[in-house]
């Protein structure tokens, strides 16, 4: 599988922005998706993941109430919604795919896509 990581940019603090990951070459709703991030300097870090079908979401306790993982598997498409940005989410974001369960390390995850650089000025 192919996934394109899109929808990054330079925004304000508090704001919402949405990214969203296509996939091509396979069908979406074979993988575990993921969305990790790597901010400069320090590790690619666990964001979100979603169940093949959607129904079981997991997030880092940084993120979880702010950002939403979900998935449309008819246009083979994963989303992240992220609201109340912080300066703190500055990072590159990857979308990734598991044809198994995933995890919440990226080394659980086998296919990777691009990244798109999200910036969050204060």
């Known amino acids: 599988v192919q996934l394109q990581a899109s929808g990054g940019g330079l925004v304000q603090a508090g704001v919402s922005l949405r990214l969203s990951c296509a996939a091509s070459?396979?069908?979406?709703?074979?993988?575990?998706m993921g969305w990790f991030r790597q901010a400069p300097g320090k590790e690619r870090e666990f964001v979100a993941r979603?169940?093949?079908?959607?129904?079981?979401?997991y997030y880092s306790n940084s993120v979880k109430g702010r950002f939403t993982i979900s998935r449309d598997n008819t246009k083979n498409t994963v989303y992240l919604q992220m609201n109340s940005l912080k300066p703190e989410d500055t990072a590159v974001y990857y979308c990734?795919?598991?044809?198994?369960?995933?995890?919440?390390?990226?080394?659980?995850?086998?296919?990777w896509g691009q990244g798109t650089l999200v910036t969050v000025s204060s």
């Open positions: 990734a795919a598991d044809d198994s369960l995933g995890g919440s390390s990226p080394e659980n995850f086998d296919y």
């Open positions: 070459r396979r069908t979406l709703s074979r993988y575990t």
């Open positions: 979603i169940s093949r079908s959607g129904s079981y979401t």
